[in-house]
């Protein structure tokens, strides 16, 4: 499998600043990567390294095998970083023949990318008067425009309606699975990582923190909560260091599916009087949560077991 | 490719219609009007028109061109080269260009079109120096004649040259003073006064150097190369001792064009675009 972005030993720093520490990262081409990680966490520096606008304080990237900035690397690429800005005398027409006149591309479809991100109405309009999510939009249309093997997102969808997140989740769902582009995106929404990316790794000062397959991430975090109408010590007695107390009524048992039933009948022979269980599991939120060293009960959703 | 880089920097250009209008057409305009205007004041107000004067249209137009570059026209070329060379710093827009060409492409092609639209400009001012004559002679009822000094299409197009070459090593320092200031802004106050400094020292330096074949101070001066470059093509025997100098004047101002050139390149390859 080939590898699209490669970073090892990356570390930038600005002033006391140290944006990415030693970052070593392999992102596989083909389907769609998130990056996750608060502010600050290197995110965006990692894409400017990438495509040649920072110059590492240490360490390399690579696109394609490819130093950033080497022009064959480059017009496999496109991108978004940020908030996209515009020339604000140009149209998002104009912005688009520009942009497509830059990557060489001067046959790209633009009347068509307009129209999958729903601009055709603004087309002749100057970018200036755009709203945030309309630069999205366009921001979207210009880093798809020339058909490039791998793109890269900043926050595709901040600044953008619900209709409008439906609506760029499911185009980048359709270019990374029907059209084999690699999508690498970046987002502090979760929910929208989860729904779109294939893999993802969490970010937090400057490091990979976690990484890998959404399901892979959350699988085995599923806590079993178990309401007593008992006195806990004798449930907590038979879960050892694998339960503690939830509250005045209840206990968590790290345990997996497959010794649930076990457990309960060991309780119930214990003495202990259990009217539910169920299984509290832990999306990527608590995944993510936990990862930053934070506390993830706030974020987590439970099932019944 | 850099030619991809040019398209677009041209097609940008031509699309910004305050950059095209006030830094390569205005000047020009102004040099019309200006001569027009005088005309009409020497028509209406003086009302007395001098008899018997003929205008040279190639004259005119080498003494149009011969200005093109003066720090007037400067600050209006300087103010179109700064929205091209800088205005990607002002609008936050690199991070839109930089993923899809080499930096070297990016700030040549800028500076490409940059010599394009000095080019056109000056083209304008020599195109509206003719109807500026013509005008003026209607007004006046002067006659009109193609040159009173022999002068023809090569000298019009050798004057073109060098004021474009003059142009150049502006353009060239707004390139680097574009990506070290970051400021379109910083580009026109640096380069007119660069081309303000440059002129007072030449003036003094020509006083002190009289009749003396001029100095390596002297000749480090782009206007100074300049203005001999001229003087050598149009009045060769007037040059008198500067006249050996030529080739080493035009030698310099490309080698001002050449390392600026090379110098703001070199820095923008290093340059770290944190937010644009």
């Given at each position: 499998m080939s590898i699209a972005l490669e970073a090892v030993g990356l570390t930038k720093t600005y002033g006391a600043v140290r944006a990415l520490d030693d970052f070593s990262i392999a992102i596989p081409a083909g389907g769609v990567f998130g990056i996750l990680g608060p502010n600050g966490a290197g995110k965006s520096t990692l894409f400017r390294i990438a495509l040649g606008l920072v110059r590492p304080t240490s360490g390399s990237a690579r696109l394609f095998g490819a130093a950033p900035g080497d022009i064959t690397a480059l017009r496999k690429v496109g991108a978004m970083i940020e908030t996209p800005r515009y020339p604000p005398y140009l149209t998002a027409r104009d912005t688009l023949k520009m942009l497509a006149l830059e990557s060489g591309?001067?046959?790209?479809?633009i009347g068509g990318w307009l129209e999958r991100v729903s601009l055709t109405h603004a087309a002749?309009?100057?970018?200036?008067?755009?709203s945030v999510g309309m630069k999205q939009r366009l921001g979207l249309a210009a880093a798809f425009l020339t058909k490039p093997e791998l793109v890269i997102l900043d926050?595709?969808?901040?600044?953008?309606?619900p209709a409008g997140i439906q609506e760029i989740r499911a185009l980048i769902i359709d270019l990374a699975k029907i059209e084999g582009v690699t999508v690498i995106l970046a987002s502090h929404q979760l929910d929208e990582v989860k729904r779109v990316c294939d893999r993802v790794a969490i970010l937090s000062r400057g490091k990979v923190v976690a990484e890998g397959g959404v399901a892979e991430l959350t699988a085995g975090e599923a806590r079993l909560r178990l309401t007593l109408t008992s006195p806990l010590a004798p449930a907590l007695a038979v879960l050892g260091d694998r339960g503690e107390a939830d509250g005045p009524d209840a206990v968590l048992a790290d345990i997996p599916r497959a010794e649930a039933p076990a457990l309960i009948r060991a309780l119930v022979e214990a003495g202990v009087e259990i009217v539910e269980a169920r299984w509290r599991e832990v999306d990527l939120e608590g995944v993510y949560l936990k990862s930053l060293g934070q506390t993830p009960t706030a974020a987590t959703a439970e099932g019944a077991a | 490719m850099l030619a991809d880089a040019i398209a677009a920097e041209r097609f940008r250009l031509l699309r910004d219609r305050a950059a095209v209008f006030w830094g390569f057409c205005f000047a020009p305009l102004v040099g019309f009007a200006l001569s027009i205007g005088g005309d009409l004041f020497l028509r209406f107000v003086i009302k007395k028109p001098i008899p018997g004067l003929t205008i040279g249209l190639i004259d005119q137009v080498l003494k149009a061109l011969s200005n093109g570059a003066s720090t007037f026209g400067a600050l209006f070329l300087m103010i179109g080269a700064a929205a091209i060379l800088a205005g990607d710093y002002r609008w936050e827009t690199w991070r839109l260009l930089t993923p899809r060409n080499t930096r070297q492409n990016l700030l040549l092609a800028k500076l490409i079109v940059v010599g394009e639209a000095v080019f056109w400009s000056l083209l304008l001012t020599a195109i509206l120096s003719v109807f500026a004559g013509v005008i003026g002679a209607g007004i006046n009822g002067k006659a009109l004649t193609v040159s009173m000094a022999g002068r023809n299409l090569f000298d019009v197009i050798g004057v073109l040259a060098i004021t474009w070459l003059e142009a150049m090593t502006l353009a060239a320092l707004a390139a680097c003073v574009g990506v070290l200031s970051r400021s379109t802004m910083g580009v026109v106050i640096a380069c007119l006064g660069f081309r303000f400094v440059q002129t007072i020292l030449a003036s003094s330096l020509q006083m002190m150097e009289q009749n003396e074949a001029p100095s390596w101070k002297l000749l480090a001066l782009p206007v100074f190369d300049a203005d001999l470059l001229r003087a050598a093509l149009l009045a060769p025997d007037q040059v008198g001792a500067a006249g050996g100098s030529a080739g080493v004047a035009l030698v310099v101002l490309l080698a001002w064009v050449a390392a600026l050139t090379a110098g703001a390149v070199w820095l923008f390859r290093r340059q770290d675009l944190t937010k644009e």
């Open positions: 591309k001067a046959d790209a479809d002749d309009r100057a970018t200036s008067g755009f926050e595709p969808t901040s600044g953008m309606d | -």
